[in-house]
């Protein structure tokens, strides 16, 4: 059991140094010191709503805009229950560069984006990563009108599982071992920082304060280095989302105890085995991120999601799913 459980362990480590490489040990290894993104937006928001961007008047510092919208690393033991194929877990991870551009209003990104999933089965083989590396756009400014920030981007980015296998199987299904899977896609959005409602003359000194974020995208995938295959059992080009998180609780030591995620989606266009109108265009995703006082950027993570299949190739499959498991807060390797 004991060997098991050691060679489970390698496994995985293989597996995130393979998919994260030198971007993750630098951005371990960088002198920045990490900062929980829900606090960064909390100090973003609530300096705009005094009028004043930072403490010397300048803009907020890169880490502050950037970090407070970035996704953050979590591995969920298990498949959890839902209708997904037995897995030991699943993990995520997304490393990233900044660079500030100008007078720290402007921001380029590159991060590389990674979902691992180890099947729990002999061997405890390791399904094709997804594979994301991302280039991004961001510029932020103030909005006086609703105590917070307003933020724009532009993302580019790859998203394949590194095989160049057939994509059927001999009788026809999808390959699903080690299958071709890549497109390419451009992502466009806005999102905002702000303080809901309050009787509060000055908001920023309400403890119970509620920090809302929110925004939605457009993402269109672009026929180049595309599997073809893709255009055969459409995966869905075109694609629009909406997301909003409260941040609940009490604030303490510069962090909420709950943040609740409502995040929604519809696949436009052509898509495999669906019509117009079908409900499988769509997907809903709630999380809810729990602190537990246990680690200083590890917290309890609770998630429910229903929709198409993220993992790569199995897009031709939709799930519904609720797991438990554990999120963190991401590293910064920051330059500019």
């Known amino acids: 059991m004991r060997s098991t459980f050691l060679l489970c362990v390698a496994r995985f480590a293989l597996c995130l140094s393979a998919s994260v490489g030198p971007a993750a040990s630098t951005a371990a290894a960088s002198d920045v010191p990490d900062v929980d993104p829900e606090a960064a937006a909390q100090d973003v928001a609530g300096r705009a709503a005094t009028g004043n961007p930072s403490e010397e008047g300048d803009p907020p510092p890169l880490r502050e805009v950037i970090g407070a919208n970035l996704e953050q690393g979590y591995i969920i033991p298990t498949a959890g229950l839902g209708n997904v194929d037995p897995l030991l877990f699943e993990a995520k991870v997304s490393p990233y560069y900044a660079l500030s551009l100008g007078k720290g209003h402007d921001a380029v990104v590159f991060a590389f984006k990674t979902i691992v999933r180890m099947r729990y089965e002999e061997g405890f083989p390791v399904s094709t990563p997804s594979y994301m590396p991302r280039l991004i756009y961001y510029h932020y400014g103030e909005d006086p009108y609703h105590n917070g920030h307003d933020y724009y981007y532009v993302m580019v980015s790859h998203h394949s ?105 519809a696949i436009l266009g052509p898509l495999h085995d669906a019509d117009i109108w079908d409900w499988k265009r769509l997907g809903l995703d709630i999380s809810l991120r729990q602190d537990l006082n246990w680690f200083d950027n590890l917290d309890l993570y609770l998630d429910f999601y229903t929709g198409q299949d993220y993992y790569n190739i199995r897009y031709t499959e939709n799930i519904t799913v609720l797991r438990v498991g554990v999120i963190s807060d991401v590293g910064l390797a920051e330059r500019g």
């Open 161 to 265: 599982n590194g095989q160049k296998g057939p994509f059927y199987n001999p009788d026809g299904t999808v390959n699903m071992t080690d299958g071709e899977f890549s497109t390419n896609f451009i992502e466009m959005g806005a999102y905002s920082h702000g303080f809901a409602d309050t009787k509060q003359e000055e908001p920023q000194q309400d403890p119970k304060r509620r920090l809302i974020r929110g925004g939605f995208a457009a993402q269109i995938h672009v026929p180049i280095n595309r599997s073809k295959e893709l255009e055969e059992v459409h995966y869905g080009f075109y694609r629009v989302k909406y997301w909003q998180t409260f941040l609940l609780g009490e604030e303490g030591d510069h962090k909420r105890k709950s943040r609740l995620t409502f995040s929604a989606f």
